[in-house]
């Protein structure tokens, strides 16, 4: 089979353009290429003003809040309500959460919630509260997010906990 020369020269051509594309694409997905960010990485807060030094400070004091104040205890609060008290604009705080945390809000303070709970169930002051009072108390705000949210974050109901706890 023989090629005329100029429809050859189009195919390599193009054979060529689209494995360069793929050969870039791949670079790029797989972090082949070193100091390239990924899109992944530009993503959601790449034109933040937020340095790393400020995240890492504003990550201190809201870990000092939280362990302070216990604003966790408080079944309505909110991400502004956090961002108010830091004197930060919400998106920041949220930013700090998901960039240098790993969380979003609502797991970072039903974290919080869950270790009360688990405290308030191994205490004996506790022993005459349900299970229930014991979430309502620390900030859950009804029973289904309670045990939803318990579970999620232990690998056991809250009665399963204690029972376990009780074993041990």
């Not at 933040?48 to 302070?68: H, N, Y």
């Not at 240098?100 to 869950?114: A, E, M």
């Amino acid at each position: 089979l023989k090629w005329p020369a100029p429809q050859f020269e189009y195919l390599m051509a193009g054979l060529l353009t689209v494995g360069i594309h793929l050969a870039a694409y791949y670079a790029f997905d797989l972090q082949i290429l070193p100091g390239v960010s990924t899109r992944a990485e530009q993503g959601k807060y790449r034109t933040s003003p937020l340095t790393a030094g400020k995240m890492e400070e504003v990550g201190q004091a809201l870990l000092e809040l939280m362990e302070r104040e216990r604003p966790y205890l408080d079944p309505e609060l909110r991400i502004a309500d956090l961002a108010t008290r830091l004197q930060l604009p919400p998106h920041y705080l949220s930013q700090v959460l998901s960039e240098s945390l790993g969380l979003n809000f609502y797991d970072f303070v039903n974290r919080y919630r869950v270790e009360a709970v688990k405290q308030k169930l191994g205490d004996e002051r506790y022993r005459h509260y349900s299970i229930l009072a014991i979430g309502l108390e620390c900030g859950f705000a009804n029973k289904t997010t309670f045990n939803r949210t318990f579970k999620k974050m232990t690998g056991h109901t809250p009665s399963g906990f204690l029972e376990k706890a009780g074993n041990a």
